[in-house]
Structures are given as structure tokens and as C-alpha cells.
């Protein structure tokens, strides 16, 4: 598929963003104004459970380019479009698999986002002119109430600048939208901390392109037989790719990161090793856990919460990759974390951080 730019997306016009903070102001007052901007064909950042997303009309194609512009994203990726009641489905799929009222029933609301065969009124700019849509209902209150406002469904990246970490705080989002979009809607940190779980149904069985907080067992619970894109843990290869987005380098820190294998103390001595070789104009930064935390000494040493607790480093991990970047880090070592059930959305997004480079 070519990589191409909408036309519009260089350069992207100053916008008099305006900023609610949830926490401290009218809330009612704050969704009414935010769901006419919707309506108007503005764009709006909104939190989520799993991250902050950049939300449009998902019917107007005028509205959906402003997504493209203000990310800077490349327009052969599709959106995601968020729904607050399964009745909108109707207007949106051609069909809804049973599977798929089985996964709705079992993980609606919640960090779940289904493909399915779109309806003729998706724009194809939403779709990236696919014949499929991916659809999620999003369990956090304040992504209801906003999409409730906005009475449309809502195509809605995560709201980060293209390529960098998503968002999971409001401090993410003013770093990388101030000016780009109409308003920004801040509430507390995101709490699952990386994006939801794609899953295609309408592969049999179904296939998990994007590993997310409803796990691959949680699925197979419900459904039973699931396929897993082989590109959740590895590197795939262009012509292996079915989910647009697998093939860009996402979540990345600015410095280089790389990720330490083998146990524990191998992990310490190849990351300690790696930070005393460096020059004294890199500046080397270490991502370590609770258990391991005493073992560096050198660098900016952050944890990425405890080994025992995948949930927790999750919810940590685009925070320190960001903090890195604020903190002038050029060589970043991070040490592997085992694959499990648990940690596998965690383990692609952290893979994907380093691309794939290990030592
Ligand atoms: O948690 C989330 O899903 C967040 C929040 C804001 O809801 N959104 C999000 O959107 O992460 P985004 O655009 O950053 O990631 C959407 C992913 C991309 O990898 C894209 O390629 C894939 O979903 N995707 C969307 N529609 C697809 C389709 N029809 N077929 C295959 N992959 C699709
Ligand atoms: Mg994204």
C-alpha cells in the first residue's frame, strides 16, 4: 500500500484551543460545548480508559482530515470509531457477527475495539478506504458523556503527534495538541495506560492484531479459538501485514532505545556495561523495575513499576518513555520483561519502542 500524506496535513493552522479540566470545572457545561464543536466539524481530545484520543465526526470526511492534520498521520492508517450505545452499531457495520454480540455483551464498555464489514456511510478517510471498520465503546465516564454530547460516532486516534507515545495525562496531550485542535478535554491519568485490544471479526476464527487490556485469554473465554497476528511480539514483514498501523514505528522515545535480554543479572550487567561505554555527550537512561531498581547507579534511572504487577507497568510505561524524552535521555536501556498472557500488550508496545532491538 503506498504511504501517502493527506494534502492537507503540512502545515497545520494555529487553533485558539480551548482547555477544560474536568476535575475543576462545570462538567455539563464543559460536554455541551465540546459535543457542538463535534457537530460543527471540530476536533476535540478526550480521555479515555486506556489513552487520550483525538476525536472527529467519523461521518464527515471534512472532520476526519483535521485528525490526519493535527497528528500528522499518514492517511492509509484507519480510525477507530467510538460509540456510548450499541444501537449506534446499526448505522455503522453492514453486519454485527455473533462473536462479536458475544465479546460486545461480555466487554462493552471497555478497552475492546471490534473490526467489522463498515456501512456505505463510514467515509473512506476514516477506513483508509478498507472495507472494514473497527469500533469501540469506551468504558470511561467522561468519553461517555462526551460522546453522548456529541450525538455522532466519533473517529478518534490515540492524540499523540504521530510516531510519538500516547498520551495517558493531560500534561501528554497539551505537550503535543496545544493549538492543533479545537478544545481538549483533561480528566485523571488514563487508567490501563496503553490502547485498547483490535481484534478482526471478520476472520474466522478472529484474529488480535493489537494486544490490549482485554487479553487474548479474556477472548478466548468467550469465543474460544482465537488467532494472534504474529506481529504482536516480532517483527513483521510488509507483505504480512493486515492492520495498517502494525507497520509504522510507534511509541517511540526520541532517544535510542534498546532492550536487554537474559536474567536478571545478565539484563544488569549488559545495561550497566552499555551505560559506562557511552560518550560523555550521550546521556544514557536506564528502564528498570522495583525488584531490579538497585542494581544501576548510573544514567536516569526510572521503574517501570513491579514484575509482579503487569497492570501497573502498563499503566507506567508511555509515562517514562515521554519523561525520557523530557529529560534529554539519547540511549535508553530497558530491560525485557517475560511474555505472558498478562504482559503481552505491554511486551509489543515496549518491542515496538525499541524496534525490536535487543542486546
Ligand atoms: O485505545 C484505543 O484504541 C485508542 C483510544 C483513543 O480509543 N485509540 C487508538 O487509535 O489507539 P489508533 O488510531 O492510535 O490505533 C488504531 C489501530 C491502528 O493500529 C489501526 O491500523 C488499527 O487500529 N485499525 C483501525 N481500523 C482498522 C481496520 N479497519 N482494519 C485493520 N486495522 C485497523
Ligand atoms: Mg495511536
Same mark, same amino acid.
Given at each position: 500500500m503506498p504511504e501517502q500524506k493527506p494534502e492537507n496535513a503540512q502545515p497545520v493552522p494555529e487553533k485558539d484551543t480551548q482547555i477544560f479540566d474536568l476535575n475543576a470545572e462545570d462538567v455539563k457545561q464543559a460536554m455541551a460545548v465540546c459535543g457542538k464543536i463535534i457537530q460543527d466539524g471540530g476536533t476535540v481530545v478526550f480521555p479515555t480508559e486506556t489513552v487520550y484520543g483525538l476525536g472527529a465526526n467519523a461521518l464527515s470526511t471534512d472532520a476526519v482530515a483535521q485528525i490526519y492534520a493535527a497528528k500528522g498521520r499518514p492517511g492509509d492508517n484507519p480510525l477507530i470509531v467510538h460509540i456510548y &450505545?450499541? =444501537?449506534?452499531l446499526k448505522d455503522l457495520v453492514a453486519e454485527v457477527p455473533d462473536k462479536a454480540k458475544k465479546l460486545a455483551d461480555a466487554y462493552w464498555p471497555g478497552p475492546l475495539t471490534m473490526i467489522m464489514k463498515r456501512s &456505505?456511510? @463510514?467515509?473512506d478517510s476514516v477506513t483508509a478506504g478498507l472495507d472494514t471498520v473497527g469500533i469501540r465503546f469506551p468504558s470511561h465516564p467522561m468519553a461517555h458523556a462526551f460522546l453522548e454530547a456529541s450525538d455522532r460516532p466519533v473517529a478518534a486516534p490515540? =492524540?499523540? @503527534?504521530?510516531?510519538?507515545p500516547s498520551p495517558t495525562k493531560g500534561q501528554h496531550v497539551l505537550e503535543d495538541m496545544l493549538g492543533k485542535v479545537d478544545a481538549i478535554l483533561i480528566a485523571d491519568e488514563s487508567d490501563v495506560g496503553l490502547e485498547s485490544t483490535v481484534i478482526d471479526m471478520t476472520t474466522e476464527p478472529p484474529t488480535v492484531y493489537r494486544p490490549g487490556g482485554i487479553t487474548v485469554e479474556d477472548i478466548k473465554a468467550v469465543i474460544g479459538e482465537v488467532a494472534v497476528s504474529p506481529g504482536a511480539v516480532k517483527p513483521v514483514e510488509l507483505k504480512e501485514v493486515r492492520s495498517p498501523g502494525m507497520k509504522y514505528r510507534h511509541y517511540a522515545p526520541k532517544g535510542k532505545m534498546v532492550i536487554a535480554r537474559g536474567s536478571l543479572d545478565e539484563m544488569a550487567d549488559k545495561i550497566n556495561e552499555g551505560i559506562r561505554k557511552l560518550h560523555p555527550d550521550q546521556k544514557g537512561a536506564i528502564l528498570a523495575t522495583d525488584e531490579t531498581l538497585d542494581r544501576y547507579h548510573k544514567g536516569i534511572i526510572l521503574s517501570l513499576g513491579s514484575r509482579k504487577d503487569p497492570s501497573e507497568m502498563s499503566h507506567k510505561l508511555f509515562d517514562c518513555l515521554r519523561a525520557f524524552d523530557d529529560l534529554g535521555a539519547t540511549d535508553i536501556f530497558a530491560e525485557d520483561i517475560p511474555v505472558t498472557n498478562d504482559t503481552l500488550a505491554l511486551i509489543n508496545r515496549l518491542y515496538k519502542a525499541a524496534g525490536y532491538t535487543f542486546i
Open positions: &450505545d450499541t =444501537a449506534q &456505505d456511510k @463510514i467515509p490515540s =492524540a499523540n @503527534i504521530s510516531g510519538r
